[in-house]
Structure formats: C-alpha cells, structure tokens
C-alpha cells in the first residue's frame, strides 16, 4: 500500500526553501532592491589596486552607497571611470570630492566623500555627460609617492644638496672663532655652576630634607585641624542656638514684663499721687526728727547731768 503523500507540507517547504534562496542571492548580490540610489561617476588618475565593484562608498565615513562598475575612460586611458550608486538623499554638492583610501593592512579600498558645504549647490550632469560627475582628489599614497618621486628626481636631489650645503654654511657661519670661544666660555661657567652646586650638596640635601620634613608637619597640623576644627564648630554652633534660646526668653520675659507694667499702670499712677507727696512729707519729718534727736544727743554729751537736774541756768553777766 502506497504511503500517502501531504502536497500542501512539500509546497510550503518547497515556497520557504525558494524564498530563502532568493533573499540569501539579493543579500549577497548587494540588490538595489535595498533602496532608491542616484548614479554618479568620478575620474581618477591614480591606480585603483584593491578597489573593486561592490566595494564600499562612503561619506565622511558613513555607507552611502557602493561602486557600479570600473574601466578605464574610453577618450581618455590615463584616467579610470567609476559608476558610483549612491543613496538618494545623499549631500551630493559642486564641492564635493572624492578620494580613494585603503583599509589599514588589508589592502581593500573605498571611496570616501568629503567637502561639500552647506551653501553649495547639490551637483547636476551637465551638457553631454550621462551622469553628474564627482572631483577627484588624489589619496594620502598618491601625494606621499609624489612627494617622494619629486624628491628622488635629478632636480629634487639637487635642491636637497644645495639646501644642505646652505644649511652647513649657515652652520659654520654660527660657530665662527668668537661664537666658539663664547660657547666655550659658556660652558666652562656652566661647569663651574655644577662644582659650586656640588660642594653645597650637603647643605642642599639639608635643606631638601627640612622642607620634606616642614611638610610633614604641615600634614600633621593639617590632620590635627581636620579632627579637631568639626568638634569646635559643633561647640559653637552649640553655643549660638543656647544663646539663641535665651534671647528668645529674655524677650518672652520681657514681654510679659511690659504686660505687668501695663496692668498696673493704673494702681502706679493712684501711688504717683497720693503716697508719693505723703511719703515726702514724712521724709521731711523723718529729718526734723533726727535733726532734734542729734542736738539732744549733743547735749546729752556735754551734760549729762541735765538729764536729771535739767539745763542749767546761763549765769548772767555784769549789770543784769
């Protein structure tokens, strides 16, 4: 008996299998399918070695896009054509260049967009050329091999000679008899600074080791004041809510002192009037009495028999 067969399970895997393919082909393709690009193309006339289709466009350093196709201009062989495909969107502008660069060791290459200001019109093909055309500017290799092929020719390696020799002539210039016998001279009270620093070694390294020793002292004092300056401060922190505390009795005292007053200000005012002219008058006999009391006292002294026999008579003068 023949097994039987699920066509909808063997469709669906057959659909999922083919729909991986093709994601996995575009993906590895690099489909355009990926977003909108814009068409550009730029000359060089550097080589290109490790720059290839598919590599990587960027614009200061951001993936924008990556390189179409290469070959070599077609009116002009010195130069190479790059189709560029670069995202829409991207700042394209008049000023824009761009420049080859390797990847450190691996010898890949990109290309690197950069410049483009802000006020510069977005750049457009113009008469005769299919797409816009993107400036070139030669890579950091490029300028170092020219600068070193300019060196290494006939005129370069002159101008160096002639620029050494001018050099060595300015040299001996400087060190003449009275620069040589100045610098000599120099010299010599440079050394006997270094003699002169050497005999006060001793003292130097005494006073080298008195200041290390100050700032250890200085450490300390200020270890000292760091545990000690907090307590003070609490005390005296302390001390001004104490006496904030006081202030504000001595001000509820002397409220409540003011009240006294103010309620007895009517029984003040009756004593003002009544005792107080009283008071003076008794004052008054107070003294009298003490006056009279004195001049007996006096009396008494003098005589003290007239306390019994009384005052005696004033005898009485001729012709009374």
């Known amino acids: ?107 890949l290459a990109t290309i690197n967009l950069t410049g483009g200001s802000r006020e510069a019109p977005s750049l457009q093909a113009q008469a005769g050329q299919p797409y816009p055309v993107i400036k070139t500017a030669p890579s950091l290799f490029a300028r170092l091999d020219k600068t070193a092929s300019r060196l290494l020719s006939e005129e370069g390696l002159a101008q160096l000679l002639a620029d050494l020799d001018l050099a060595a002539k300015g040299v001996a210039n400087v060190l003449d008899e009275d620069n040589r016998t100045t610098l000599s001279k120099t010299i010599k009270d440079l050394a006997d600074v270094a ?29 000292s004041l760091n545990a000690e300056v907090p307590p003070l401060l609490a005390g005296i922190n302390k001390s001004v809510a104490t006496l904030g505390a006081a202030t504000d009795e001595l001000a509820r005292t002397s409220k409540t002192v003011g009240t006294v007053v103010n309620e007895s200000k009517p029984e003040l005012q009756q004593f003002t009037k009544r005792t107080l002219p009283e008071a003076g008058l008794l004052v008054t006999e107070l003294r009298q009495l003490t006056g009279t009391l004195t001049r007996v006292a006096r009396e008494l002294e003098r005589e003290p028999s007239s306390l019994v026999f009384g005052r005696k008579a004033q005898p009485r003068g001729p012709g009374e």
Do not use: C
């Open 195 to 223: 003699q002169i620093i050497a005999s006060h070694k001793a003292k130097i390294e005494q006073s080298l080791t008195g200041a290390a020793k100050s700032a250890e002292n200085l450490s300390k004092l200020t270890a």
């Open 1 to 107: 008996m023949e097994p039987k067969v699920n066509y909808v399970l063997v469709g669906s895997f057959v659909a999922l299998l083919g729909a991986a393919v093709l994601a996995g082909i575009l993906w590895l393709g690099k489909s355009d399918y990926r977003g909108a690009y814009d068409r550009y193309e730029a000359y060089m006339t550097e080589s290109v070695a490790g720059l290839s289709v598919d590599s990587s466009v960027k614009y200061r350093g951001v993936d924008v896009g990556r390189v179409k196709a290469i070959a070599l201009r077609p009116d002009n062989p010195e130069e190479v054509l790059l189709t560029l495909d670069i995202m829409r969107g991207t700042p394209v502008k008049n000023d824009t260049l761009a420049v080859l660069e390797t990847q450190g060791l691996t010898g």
